[in-house]
């Protein structure tokens, strides 16, 4: 909060208890979390000014972001370390496929070695099917983590006016409907009080 009242150009004591958060659902039902899905959470400031709201909110939620996503974001810099040691694989075993296919070409081999380079070459052509069956795997693990895995901001924040909820001004409100209601009733009592004594 220290850091979010810095940047913005504010106090901390004016975001004390200005920050609220609410968890939304895949359906839009608030405050519910389904277990396996990874939660939408609302976070919403408070201020007399709406760029400082604005800025402490996006503030606090990359911050938060930062936070929650350390474990994923160390997750996806190794998978993409194992996706580049892959690819040098790949592309060093097709350098030596193709030597070796060339080599075969070469007149003058003897039998023996003729059967030692195929023997080669199929042996380096099943270690590269299998590098890139994993580099699939490694592909869809990244892709998963980019973009499920990994908390991410997606909506900036944007200012709203609200009514400034008080107990003074809840007071007022109740005393203009409770003033509302009794003129009604002084207004509709005698046409009533008249039913009575007919019947």
Known sequence: MKAAAGKCGTRVGRLRGKVSTQTVTSSGVRGRVVPGQNPLVELAVQGDRARVAECAANSLSDDVVGRVSSYVDVKIRSLNRRLEVLNDQLASLGRKIDAQEGALNQ?????????????????????????????????????????????????????????????????????????????????????????????
Do not use: H, Y
């Open 107 to 199: 007149a003058g081999l003897t039998p023996l070695e003729k059967l030692v380079l195929v023997s080669q070459t199929e042996n380096a052509e099943q270690r590269r099917g299998i590098a890139e069956e994993e580099r699939q795997e490694v592909t869809q693990q990244l892709a998963l983590a980019q973009e499920v895995e990994r908390a991410r901001v997606v909506e900036q924040a944007g200012a709203v006016k609200t009514t400034a909820r008080s107990p003074q001004n809840s007071a007022v409100v109740g005393g203009i409907i409770g003033l509302l209601l009794g003129a009604v009733a002084a207004v509709a009592w005698p046409a009533v009080a008249a039913r009575r004594r007919l019947a």
